[in-house]
């Protein structure tokens, strides 16, 4: 189990720790770790709507008026 363990960080965050009110996967991403853009915004909501649930949701206004 030792090799899927991470390494501890040393960030701003640490000293924090898990508290009643947080924890490190819930504090914000530092600018330098993400990943994402625009574009994966943009695609997020994108699919989301192509999905089957906002394809029944606008059916359904439809059926309302």
Do not use: H
């Not at 991470?6 to 009643?20: A, F, I, S, W």
């Not at 991403?29 to 606008?58: D, H, M, W």
Request: net charge positive.
């Amino acid at each position: 189990m030792r090799r899927a363990e991470l390494p501890k960080r040393q960030d701003v965050y640490t000293c924090e720790g898990t508290t009643r009110w947080g924890n490190r996967d819930l504090y914000p991403i530092p600018k330098k770790e993400r990943n994402y853009g625009v574009l994966s915004y943009c695609s997020y909501f994108v699919i989301s709507g192509v999905s089957i649930t906002g394809s029944l949701l606008a059916v359904r206004m439809y059926q309302l008026g």
